[in-house]
């Protein structure tokens, strides 16, 4: 049911008109995958910092989410369908929120001249749910913990959308698939499959209680956020200087 709008509406897109490509030159021949990543070598900081960076947001949202069930359950005595309900109630209004503010904000801050606009924004996402992933475990009060959530929520959201601009801008048009491909292979395991199995593991192997959960929770913040944010702060020079070369490439070209 979920994936059928989806479906559906991929039929709009033989309605869209395929726009002119800008910046390519040569043939348009697809470029070897040895010489991509010789180009993501060039410039391995700016897009490693990119990749782990939104790793640990990945791996820290997607692990709460999929043991976020049972927290409400054990230490909210909540129903496990009422869970449900409610958290799709919220991830419905904060996560589009939380898309169109990293947007907004790596457009306003490149508009003001930072070249580093889109790193920025990135980073926002683990300053702003920082404080919330650190009380969250141990508010007592329902009401206000989903108020908490929420907030987080919205920050967890925000970088989707800016982590692949930020990619597209600092790539030449030829690469920019292959370079997608990587980072999303990076978040998928980094993110998507560590972050779940490290909230498990602590729970498990290192706490030995199931009710200790709320500290699991803890644990994975207390990697993922000083993690991202160093991870960015790393790499935005970088980033920036990779913008201004790909500008003046641009520029040179024409495109």
């Known amino acids: 049911m979920v994936g059928l709008p ?5 039929v709009l897109m033989f309605t869209i008109k395929e726009p002119p490509r800008k910046g390519a030159t040569g043939t348009g021949a697809s470029i070897p995958v040895r010489d991509v990543l010789k180009y ?3 410039k391995a900081r700016a897009y490693s910092s990119i990749c782990i960076g939104v790793s640990m947001n990945a791996a820290l949202g997607f692990g709460s989410v999929i043991f976020l069930p049972f927290f409400f359950v054990r230490y909210h ?3 496990p369908a009422d869970v449900g309900i409610t958290f799709g109630l919220i991830s419905l209004v904060t996560g589009p929120l939380g898309l169109l503010f990293g947007g907004w904000l790596a457009d306003r801050l490149y508009k003001k001249g930072r070249k580093d606009a889109h ?6 996402a683990p300053l702003g749910f920082a404080i919330p992933s650190f009380t969250l475990p141990f508010i007592q009060d329902t009401t206000t913990a989903w108020v908490v959530l929420a907030f987080s929520n ?4 925000s970088p989707s959308g800016v982590a692949y601009a930020s990619l597209q801008i600092i790539t030449p048009n030829q690469m920019r698939g292959q370079i997608i491909s990587i980072y999303v292979m990076c978040t998928s395991i980094i993110g998507y499959g560590a972050g779940p199995f490290a909230l498990g593991f602590f729970t498990d192997y290192i706490f030995g209680d199931e009710m200790k959960l709320n500290l699991s929770f803890l644990l994975l913040a207390l990697i993922t956020v000083p993690v991202g944010i160093g991870t960015f702060l790393w790499g935005r020079k970088a980033y920036a200087k990779a913008v201004e070369e790909e500008e003046a490439r641009l520029k040179a070209i024409g495109g």
Request: hydrophobic share 70%; aromatic share 14%; glycine share 10%.
């Open 6 to 10: 989806g479906l559906l509406l991929t």
């Open 40 to 42: 993501f070598g060039s």
């Open 77 to 79: 005595q909540m129903a």
């Open 119 to 124: 790193i920025l924004a990135l980073m926002a």
């Open 154 to 157: 919205f920050f967890i959201n």
